[in-house]
């Protein structure tokens, strides 16, 4: 399985602060970008993703940003709150890959 | 419409036991995923399934695991002679299609091995 490196590890954000995650992917065959949502002592679940050949999604507080030329992307949650706090995945589909090829993951705290 | 259902959500076993883990896909997929989990490493691809076949197994140990999705009941995730490094959260993800082409997967709430 390609690899996609995430960062960072952990971070911590205050109530109403912006929230930034970053990924990067070395594969120019991935063709889909999700972004998975984890709460402690439950499965990941879809958050938000977007294809490549768009430049910015957003669904309410969350936004993808995609740059396909530096093969990143990133995941910016605005007016962050408590309820926010979860791991959250990056993950790229494609590449000859039947699953998803996720990231590192990265442990997210909105302090109030 | 229930979710993916696995089971045992937690599991304890003793160095040289055998752990099986189940997993009931969503109603209507007939893919299932199955990925570990351990602290700080993400989440790592193990088997690709679909009824009763083995699509892509790359991620498995040579030895000691395997997995199966038969024609009725659920898939089985099976490790024997588990050692110490086994313990981790393995999760199960459902798809009504190859995820490559639907991108998005379903998971379970996972089964945590825990081996003494």
């Known amino acids: 399985q390609q690899q996609v490196k995430q960062s960072p590890q952990s971070l911590i954000v205050q109530k109403g602060g912006i929230s930034i995650i970053n990924c990067a992917y070395e594969?120019?065959?991935?063709?889909?970008f999700p972004w998975y949502q984890q709460f402690p002592g439950k499965g990941p679940a879809l958050l938000i993703a977007?294809?490549?050949?768009?430049s910015e999604k957003k669904e309410g507080r969350f936004t993808i940003s995609f740059n396909k030329s530096a093969k990143q992307f990133s995941l910016h949650i605005m007016d962050s709150q408590p309820g926010d706090s979860a791991t959250y995945f990056c993950?790229?589909?494609?590449?000859?890959?039947?699953?998803?090829?996720f990231g590192k993951g990265t442990h997210l705290i909105i302090q109030p | 419409n229930a979710g993916v259902m696995q089971n045992p959500r937690h599991l304890v076993r003793r160095r040289g036991q055998e752990a099986r883990l189940r997993c009931s896909p969503m109603k209507g997929h007939s893919h299932v995923y199955w990925y570990r989990q351990l602290p700080e490493e993400g989440l790592k691809f193990m088997v690709y399934l679909q009824k009763e076949n083995i699509i892509d197994e790359s991620g498995m140990p040579k030895e000691r695991f395997s997995a199966e999705f038969p024609k009725e009941g659920p898939s089985i995730l099976r490790i024997q002679q588990v050692v110490r490094g086994d313990s981790a959260a393995y999760f199960c993800?459902?798809?009504?299609?190859?995820?490559?082409?639907?991108?998005?997967?379903?998971f379970g709430e996972g089964s945590r091995l825990t081996v003494l």
């Open positions: 993950a790229a589909v494609g590449g000859g890959a039947d699953g998803l090829t």
């Open positions: 594969n120019t065959a991935f063709d889909y």
């Open positions: 993800a459902s798809s009504p299609r190859q995820a490559s082409n639907t991108g998005e997967l379903f």
């Open positions: 977007i294809r490549p050949d768009v």
